[in-house]
């Protein structure tokens, strides 16, 4: 290949070293990344490869579209209830079901606690590695670590020398051991890793506790939604009823004692965030402040369709507390406004995807979605079918297709959002940024990188945990005020629906913008069509060669030890990636191709 | 028992020296002092935590959500003090091939000796490449993983029964895990369905098994007898409105806001064996119907495929379980025959029973 300027900037060059992934770990699900490194370790062209897909949507057809919350639900156990939030939306478009006030304030709890508890167990259990070595908390002066924690956090209670020792003994007695579990194999001696052993204890210890803490954010959802992972949602409205003080409260899905524990619930998971995981992103976000790779495509294009509705049924944006719009050719000025309706805006490509279109060079729109498995690799795939070496990415090479908005590749998440919000005005998310940029003394483009990335995830979860208990307070009140209705169901029968209809309905995920799709006809899904955050940052090429968010996030990147990983991780890691929503589609028939020999 | 790393080393003839020398690289590659070398060296003579091989195919990773929500035991006990967690995609901070090069290392040095935990399952379609990991079909590393388990855990629905994905048409020909070709006939498999498990269920089946020293006692269809030889309906405490005839009839009705029973608006809590209703989710805090909504009993065989979840039970399998129950409900608002019918109920459910065994 010879070296190539992509239409969205970037200048690809595969001359160097090419270095193999895969798998990527601390994920969801499976992608593999490829890459090119000069002779003076940067990082010249970038290749991801989502390495998975079920079919999800060719299963939903012919289903009940109640049902469709559950099955999309199953796309992701991560981000587990915002497939079922954005299925009940849009099925209740289709059919023009309006929510009690009441099921709008549960959802958006259950909603938000998910972006808390998703943000919280990405950082610490997905991402920290990157950044922090356990190894060397070991060298660490439990007195001096004890005096860091409290000038980071002076409420966090956990802060004693003695805490800090014990942790200290514990992790000491494990890695002694020999047996180094999750640990090992790490790159536990590569000079990327840059933090004082003090630094890394309390970081070390903080992975703990946020392991033992990242439970009890989600029992929101036990309490409403009955379990967790997975909990119960239900088209027009939500299937947890009120029963304040009335007969037989005590066995109702909803009374004051399942409110206090919500409650209390809540009130904990903001001083977790707040004591927790925005002190140690500012002080570990220090240390590195001067790494400032990874930025890819979040300085020129982003996208976020906007969520959390204030009042229920009114997804226009200005009733959504989570911004919507898109920002493109790095106009930080123009905000420009999105139709999911229109079908020049959204579309999907697949010249370098495992798909057939009938005409390649033209994208379609998900209402006319087509989705046709074409597992084929290029001439100069490395090694066979079925252990491929190399990837050929001139051809074919990913599971996932490449989304497109009016032909721009947009990255979407968190940062996505932060910008936007700053973009447009957003005043609680500009005074977040302000906040963070000025407690880590960097400039405003600083933003525009994986650790700006990675800021922006742990501001969100501190917004999402203030917005959990304005919903409570709002539940609160609406109760208050002589409204208990949680469910309409004037339109449950499909006797009531029309003969054909179609809907659509969107959410931000924890990892970005989210929407599906739905036909229905004769009060069964037609057709079922997602295009999910990992999609639009994960995708491949396009027609015109525009890379994706993750490709441009590795670019130009300078790595440390080719054979070690470490800031390809980081970087992919920003986005918290989801292979299994990016790749869960599948043909319209659902033939079988070929099956596996069995050995 | 058990026999320790060092053992396994000196049976394949690696010397003292050499295991010795071992230990000196392990402590150097983790950056750590000559020092530590020797205290490495006991630990693996004496009784190391059990290798768990943690392997992801076609799912969605709600089983390894599930798995950290647990609350007795904390997942962080069972991952730092109970197993030794070496290889899980998920969490690993190991890549590409010093992540793959960990299931080699264990599988030959542990052979016989570790437990393979398996999330999610194996596509057949495509050569397996619609599941890839390390540029070959996931079906190949689980067939690697299986070959030289001590036992193998399916976690889940997915690796139990297959689950959405090979819900009809299932594109992808995934197939649980023991259906999958070349897995061992004689690697015992544990099978811990439902979407997902309970968290405080999957850890009780790991320490269980540490505890005691032996895999629990399985049912005819490989799944813990402790945690799945009742169904949902059976300990449920919406069981006496059921009995009493009192129903929900719609969402959010009088019903509803009482806590009746959700059987009309299609619950499967009387074919579905599960500890729902009795371990409860999340540190025991509530279940399903408790914040009313109907089981669809996501731990059973093709949960997926019996018809939408709000239909009755009797439209599914056609049981005429409906005029037993409305007959229930009669003769309770009758105050005739309550106890007749009630046994009437009780029969009915043991006969679905039979019926749910037998597929």
Sequence with gaps: MPVINTPNGFTLDDTGQRQVVDPVTRIEGHMRAEVNISPDNIITNAVSTGTMWRGLEVILKGRDPRDAWAFTQRICGVCTGTHALTSVRAVEDALNIEIPENANSIRNIMQLSLQVHDHLVHFYHLHALDWVNPVNALKADPKATSALQQQVSPRHPKSSPGYFRDIQNRLKKFVESGQLGPFKNGYWTNPAYRLPPEADLMATTHYLEALDFQKIIMTTRTIFGGKDTHPNWLVGGVPCAINMDGELAAGAPINMERLNYVKTVLDQSLDFINNVYIPDIIAIGGFYKDWLYGGGISGKSVLAYGDIPDRANDYSASNLLMPQGAIINGDLTKVHEIDHRDPEQIQEFVPHSWYKYPDESKGLHPWDGVTEPNFALGPNTKGTKTNIEQIDEAAKYSWIKAPRWRGHAMEVGPLARYVVGYASGHKEFTEQINMVLKALDVPVEALFSTLGRTAARALEAQWAAEKQIYFFKKLIANIKAGDSSTANTEKFDPSTWPAETKGVGFTEAPRGALAHWIRIKDTKIDNYQCVVPTTWNGSPRDSKGNIGAFEASMMNTKVERPEEPVEILRNIHSFDPCLACSTHVMSEDGKLLAKVKVR | ?359
């Design chain 2, 1 to 359: 028992m058990q026999e320790t790393f060092y053992d396994v080393m000196r049976r394949q003839g690696i010397t003292r020296r050499s295991f010795l020398k071992y230990c000196s690289l392990t402590a150097a590659a983790l950056g750590l002092g000559p020092a530590f070398a020797p205290k490495i060296a006991h630990a693996m003579e004496n009784k190391p935590r059990i290798p768990v091989l943690w392997l992801h195919g076609l799912e969605c990773t709600c089983c390894s959500e599930s798995f950290i929500r647990s609350a007795h035991p904390l997942a962080k006990d069972v991952i730092l003090s109970m197993i030794s967690l070496d290889y899980d995609d998920t969490i690993m901070a190991a890549a590409g091939q010093q992540a793959e090069a960990i299931v080699e290392e264990i599988v030959h040095k542990h052979k016989g000796n570790y437990i393979l935990a398996c999330e999610g399952n194996p596509p057949l379609n495509q050569d397996g490449m619609s599941c890839i990991i390390g540029g070959k079909p996931y079906l190949e590393q689980l067939q690697f993983a299986a070959k030289d388990a001590k036992a193998i855990i399916s976690w889940g629905s997915c690796a139990s029964w297959g689950c959405v994905q090979a819900a009809r048409p299932n594109p992808t020909q995934a197939v649980p895990i023991h259906k999958a070709p070349g897995i061992p006939g004689n690697v015992p498999i544990i099978k811990v369905p439902g979407c997902p498990p309970i968290a405080e269920v999957m850890t009780a089946v790991v320490t269980y098994i540490l505890t005691f020293d032996r895999l629990p006692s399985l049912d005819r269809q490989g799944r813990p007898k402790m945690f799945y030889s009742q169904r949902i309906h059976d300990k449920c405490y919406r069981r006496p409105h059921f009995d009493a005839g009192q129903f929900v009839e719609a969402f959010d009705d009088e019903g509803a806001r009482k806590g009746y029973c959700l059987y009309k608006v299609g619950c499967k809590g009387p074919t579905t064996y599960n500890a729902c209703s009795t371990v409860r989710w999340n540190g025991g805090l509530s279940f399903p119907i408790q914040a009313g909504h109907p089981c669809f009993g996501c731990s059973e065989d093709g949960f997926w495929d019996k018809g939408s979840f709000y239909d009755r039970l009797t439209d599914v399998h056609g049981f005429g379980v409906e005029s037993n129950a409305d007959e229930i409900g009669m003769a309770a608002a009758g105050v005739v025959g309550a106890a007749a019918a009630v046994h009437a109920g009780a029969s009915i459910v043991k006969r679905m029973a039979q019926k749910g065994d037998k597929e």
